[in-house]
């Protein structure tokens, strides 16, 4: 019996990493999912912020990659409406995946053509429709979000949920009758590195912090909570600038941040590379505000960094099970309090708290309903 075929459309897909998440989320769930359906992938030829086209692919044609998944590469000369539809025509497939909630040309677009071809379609929001994220520049998202709710498209139409907490917000959006699957982002096929006991002496901590440089991700609130924290701390920062008007400010942070700080912007980082990053790092600190899976705080557990994070993720009840602090953003002292906690921390009892996040990790990504519940969200 054939698999049934899926047309999976992203703005950016692998070899890519800048736009960071939804990469690694349909990248993973191709690779979990390839012995169930047969999935194509319609997307750029650049990555995020890039203007140069991968190497080793071709643009404007299907490609077999090595792992072998195939793709379409749209180079920005030839990614119109017409070529979109063109291509989607061409295409036989049961379902489609769109992999964004406001993409122009990988959203929109596609959904005015699959809508003409009455074909099912399943939107992930990727987190873009907590209140966070949609306050910011509302006047574009709202009437779009509107029309959606009341256009007949919503019909042929299931949201794919990362968590009960993401569902609720879909739900708040499009209303209660709306078909929704909850199934969590799949963890990468990764080999978890081995457990190296990391060296941690009292009065001095390393800290890491891998996302976006955007208002979304907090690094302006985490460099805020930073002053004034007594003892040794040394945080690296990895990842793309999304927002320069807001790293400006985070700048000026950075430059006042007195002389027991040392707080150092790195750059953009592939997902290959963060193993290495985080090796002699022992915590991981992103008060984002908000994630509906949060791939780089999975990450930091496989490597023994537990992460300081707001209550605002799906990885909640950390501190419970020695796996890390989720604390809430309106109470910044709760951050500098366990900041503290963890400067003053020794060997013997960051011990405890790497291998309580290891083992938190490894609980969730050996859960085999999380393959069951990816399964059913095309069923």
């Known amino acids: 019996m054939p ?61 077999i990659l090595p792992n072998g998944m195939r793709v379409y590469y749209f180079s920005e000369k030839k990614l119109s409406f017409p ?15 769109l992999n964004s909630m406001y ?62 907490h993401e569902a609720e917000h879909i739900r708040q959006v499009f209303g209660k009758k709306v078909d929704i699957c909850i199934a969590p982002n799949l963890p990468g096929k990764i080999e978890t590195p081995v457990s190296i006991e990391k060296r941690k002496e009292p009065g001095s901590v390393n800290l890491i912090n891998v996302a976006r440089v955007s208002p979304e991700k907090n690094l302006h609130y ?34 006042k941040l007195p002389p027991n700080i040392k707080a150092e912007y790195i750059g953009p980082i592939s997902k290959e590379s963060i193993p290495q990053a985080m090796k002699d790092m022992h915590f991981l600190f992103l008060p984002t505000q908000g994630e509906n899976f949060g791939h780089t705080i999975l990450e930091a557990m496989i490597c023994g960094c537990p992460p300081i994070i707001s209550d605002r993720t799906p990885w909640i009840g950390l501190e419970s099970a020695n796996a890390g602090f989720d604390l809430p953003l309106e109470e910044q002292e709760k951050f500098k309090e366990v900041l503290e906690k963890i400067v003053a921390m020794d060997s013997d009892e960051f011990k405890t708290w790497s291998e309580g996040t290891r083992k938190f990790a490894a609980e969730f990504i050996n859960n085999p309903e999380l393959l069951k519940k990816s399964i059913n969200l095309f069923a």
């Not at 690694?24 to 030829?45: A, E, M």
């Not at 070529?83 to 995946?97: G, H, N, R, V």
């Not at 945080?235 to 790293?247: A, H, K, R």
């Open 3 to 63: 698999k049934p075929k899926i047309l999976l459309f992203s703005d950016w897909f692998y070899p890519g990493f800048m736009a960071g998440g939804p990469i690694q989320s349909s990248f993973n769930l191709i690779s979990h999912l390839k012995d169930y359906y047969d999935f194509s992938v319609i997307t750029r030829d650049t990555d995020y912020t890039d203007i140069v086209s991968y190497k080793g692919i071709k643009s404007d044609e299907w490609n």
């Open 103 to 164: 993409s122009p040309r990988f959203t929109i677009m596609p959904l005015f053509i699959l809508h003409r071809l009455g074909k099912k379609v399943i939107l992930a929001p990727r987190g873009m429709l907590a209140p966070t994220a949609i306050a910011i520049k509302s006047w574009k998202k709202r009437p779009f979000l509107l029309w959606i709710k009341n256009s007949r498209i919503i019909k042929n139409m299931r949201f794919h949920a990362a968590s009960d």
């Open 222 to 255: 985490a460099l805020e909570t930073l002053q004034g924290i007594k003892g040794k701390v040394k945080y690296d920062i990895y990842g793309p600038v999304y927002d320069y008007p807001y790293w400006e400010k985070c700048k000026e942070l950075l430059a």
């Open 83 to 97: 070529a979109m539809s063109k291509l989607i025509d061409s295409e036989e497939f049961d379902i489609a995946y």
